[in-house]
């Protein structure tokens, strides 16, 4: 029988960072003052330096994203293997069209008051984009490769009395990136200012050898600088009770603990439970460091024979989603609001897991996943030893690579919701026996490293895999695509599973509808004319969610297989939200700039495919979703298909009254048939399409209309929040919707609107989710794509009242006010 079991049982640790004194530790970010130019600079390290020019900013901070978008920024000519390219084309956009190319300087004062030769200062960084090289007054004191990993320098041997200067060169070469990577100090810096003697850095790591309802026993191995210390631990549950403490003996080098928690609150994906342990470092009685960190008691096992994925010791298929790094108008500079909403509007549609795509997470979305109940693939790299990109990670991985894993796991091997690790995606390196070695090395890594997680890589070349012995290697194969090979594959590999680790890639614009509706396969060889003659020069993706790429598939292709083969553990599309850069099927047409991939759109809009997926996922709550809108001026009498996405089994479709009759889904037609409510020979006539959905019982269960739209009158504003935190950071997002009188959305209306913020708060960013825009996403105007766009507000650091005032010529003016505190 095949079978693979690895039992991981696993506590979850997150460091909890901080500005305050906790014991001899303090811990600073360094957000602020900031000096920064997009240029070469000689000398820029040093201390008298002539600044006068240079800009100040906030940390995070991507230098490109406000553009403007330029055509001929990293245009990339070549053939793309792994889409099955065979002939050289040029691409632009590809890298999101805007100014990420080049070299940055930052610079910032920063003075350490209490500093002295007994203490220990370290600088953190948890992303620098890229190659950052790092000077303290005027001396190299180190440099990195990756910009998506996180690193750090001891700084106190290059310090001094009184300010110091630190300095940051980072390189962005072309060619680099398959998609918009940013620019710049993107992620938190942060100084450590510790004792000699005190924790090392990332040096907790805890696991749990058993885990029940009514137990859990504990293990926490913390390194420590130090000799003759012993270590206190305290364990307190959310509301700050103390639920488990402990003395060690002394030791030094590492120090290990096994505590028991009596009736945990178990973490999972419905109740992501924390607890939070207080550990003190003491040295012959003194206190010399202290850390509070916060965990999650959860237990995980992958085993074929069980089911699959077992959390908690119940079987879980990976509902996911791919994300990759990016923001949409806020570009790669992290925000945790803004993470915060994607990850909201994901849960609501019944997603439980996400996959960092492809490149290490950041650390403010890992909390937020511990916090909020997500599974999670951590992933590393997009390309080993063989290239993708001529400038890419192939030219650091034999130096770096072994780094960059230790670095990723010891930061962030605590989470509880990392339940698998991912060495790469889509790599060349594939085919052959280098290819097999250089995936046992990598995955021997994270064993060594972290021996509770299995390892994962997302393999497209399904063929070369089972034919190496790569596919065999990995503890858990990971398909990405392919799902005319999921049989074979199951059969070949020894693991007894399958993970659908990115799949589908179906292509949409949100509002966007194409006639006829048909099943478009993109064709990456075809010449322009080809192209333009399946999707005219609109350079939009039809929104029925029939258009996919050449080298994947559609939704039901994948629920079919989540459905019928209990070896396919989950699934992870492609993607959750579109993304700066890959415009596909456009890259070779100006101006696409941005991809087409999401569930939902560049400014976090739904688009009509997040309701097919709700359908399935969201089992707790009624879906009920009718496509396309009802404004077809010029089409009447005109076939305009009706689909009806819903968690019910059966609808009926009214035009005007008149009924087309009863839709069910059923498994004895196409795919699409058993996951979508479809009419297809609906003729088009203005006024209302109402659907009328059954429950299995044939009794109305829910009813939903859609009315054909008058005369743009006036705009509605909708905040996704009405009160923020008056910290200078906190976001809040507003969809803009152009509207009849009546309030019905104007689905073609594309106005030009005008955005004024005012009070204790200020514009931040707008997006209307077009790929095709060159409106830059900093300027407070923006044409409405489809009736809609979304303007992002920023709050500072002062409570009272922000205002937005929304205008449009011949439209009446709209506000909306949102509390600070």
Not at 334 to 349: E, P, S, V, Y
Not at 367 to 394: Q, R, V
Not at 688 to 713: C, L, Q
Request: some cysteine.
């Amino acid at each position: 029988m095949k079978h693979i079991i690895i039992h991981l049982i696993f506590l979850g640790l997150l460091a909890v960072n901080c500005t305050v004194q906790q014991g001899s530790r303090r811990v600073e970010v360094l957000d602020s003052n900031w000096q920064f130019i997009n240029e070469d600079v000689k000398g820029a390290e040093q201390l008298n330096f002539n600044t006068d020019n240079w800009e100040i900013v906030t940390v995070p901070h991507d230098w490109a994203i406000k553009g403007p978008f330029d055509e001929a920024v990293d245009k990339q000519s070549g053939i793309i293997k792994q889409n099955n390219e065979k002939i050289a084309n040029e691409k632009t956009g590809r890298t999101g069209a805007l100014p990420h190319v080049g070299v940055g300087w930052y610079r910032k004062v920063f003075n350490v008051p209490d500093y002295n030769n007994n203490k220990k200062v370290l600088l953190t960084f948890d992303g620098a984009m890229s190659q950052p090289q790092v000077y303290i007054n005027g001396t190299k004191v180190g440099e990195w490769k990756n910009g998506y990993n996180y690193f750090y320098f001891d700084i106190s041997e290059y310090l001094q009395e009184g300010d110091n200067l630190l300095a940051i060169r980072l390189e962005n070469l072309p060619y680099s990136s398959r998609w918009y990577p940013g620019a710049g100090l993107f992620r938190k810096v942060q100084l450590v200012i510790k004792d000699e003697v005190s924790f090392k850095h990332w040096g907790h790591f805890i696991t749990t050898p058993q885990v029940s309802s009514e137990s859990a026993t504990i293990t926490i191995n913390s390194k420590i600088n130090g000799r003759d210390c012993h270590v206190e631990t305290i364990i307190k549950d959310a509301a700050g009770n103390v639920v488990a403490s402990q003395q060690s003996e002394a030791g030094a080098g590492e120090i290990e603990q096994i505590l028991t928690v009596e009736n945990p609150a178990i973490w999972d994906v419905d109740t992501p439970n924390l607890y939070y342990a207080e550990l003190s470092l003491y040295q012959n009685g003194v206190l010399k460091d202290m850390q509070t960190v916060r965990f999650g008691i959860r237990n995980i096992e992958y085993n074929a024979d069980k089911g699959g994925f077992l959390l908690n010791d119940k079987v879980t298929k990976f509902k996911g989603v791919c994300l990759h790094h990016d923001l949409g108008p806020l570009g790669a500079a992290i925000n945790k609001a803004a993470l915060k909403r994607q990850l909201t509007i994901l849960k609501d549609m019944g997603c439980n897991a996400i996959r960092s795509s492809h490149n290490m997470p950041s650390l403010e979305q890992l909390e937020l996943c511990d916090e909020m109940g997500f599974l999670f693939l951590a992933e590393s790299f997009d390309e080993w030893k063989k290239p993708k990109m001529e400038n890419g990670y192939n030219l650091f991985f034999d130096e770096w690579a072994e780094k960059d894993v230790v670095n990723l796991v010891h930061a962030t091997r605590n989470h509880p919701c990392i339940v698998m690790w991912s060495s790469g995606n889509e790599v060349p390196d594939q085919h052959g026996k280098e290819g097999v070695e250089r995936a046992k090395w990598l995955q021997d890594i994270f064993h060594r490293e972290d021996p509770t997680r299995p390892v994962t890589v997302g393999m497209d070349q399904v063929k070369a895999v089972m034919k190496s012995g790569f596919g065999a290697v990995m503890d858990i194969p990971g398909l990405n695509y392919r799902v005319h090979l999921y049989e074979e594959a199951y059969e070949k590999f020894p693991q007894g599973m399958l993970l659908g680790s990115e799949t589908a890639s179906t292509v949409s614009s949100r509002g966007y509808y194409r006639f006829p509706v048909e099943q478009i396969k993109d064709n990456y060889n075809a010449t322009k004319e080809q192209k333009e003659h399946f999707y005219g020069n609109t350079y939009q993706c039809s929104s029925y969610d029939l258009e996919y790429c050449g080298w994947s598939n559609l939704p039901d292709d994948d629920f079919v297989l989540q459905d019928d083969k209990p070896w396919v553990i989950g699934e992870f599309v492609w993607t959750g939200f579109d993304y700066l850069g890959e415009p596909t099927p456009f890259d070779q047409f100006w101006p696409s700039r941005s991809s087409y991939f999401g569930i939902c759109d560049l400014a976090g809009l739904p688009k009509d495919r997040y309701y097919l997926y709700r359908s399935r996922w969201n089992t707790e709550d009624e879906t009920l979703h009718i496509l396309p809108h009802w404004n077809w001026e010029g089409r009447e009498g005109e076939t305009t298909p009706v689909f009806v996405y819903t968690n019910y089994n059966s609808a009926e479709l009214f035009v005007n009254g008149v009924s087309q009759g009863i839709q069910s889904k059923t498994k004895d037609k196409s795919k699409q048939h058993r996951y979508r409510l479809m009419w297809m020979g609906v003729k088009y006539e203005p006024g209302t399409i109402r659907v009328v959905a059954y429950d299995d019982k044939g009794k109305v269960a829910a009813e939903k209309e859609v009315h054909t739209a008058g005369k743009a009158h006036h705009i509605e504003l909708s905040a996704d929040r009405r009160n923020i935190h008056a910290d200078g950071q906190d976001l809040a997002y507003v969809t803009v919707s152009v509207v009849d009188k009546d309030g019905n959305l104007c689905p073609h209306a594309n106005n030009q609107l005008e955005f004024e913020v005012t009070g204790a708060g200020q514009f931040k960013a707008v997006c209307n989710g077009d790929a095709t825009s060159l409106e830059m996403f900093h300027k407070p105007t923006m044409k409405a794509f489809n009736g809609q766009l979304v303007v992002t507000v920023q709050s500072m650091n002062e409570t009272g009242d922000i205002q937005l005032k929304v205008k449009s010529e011949g439209l009446k003016t709209a506000s909306i006010t949102i509390k600070t505190k």
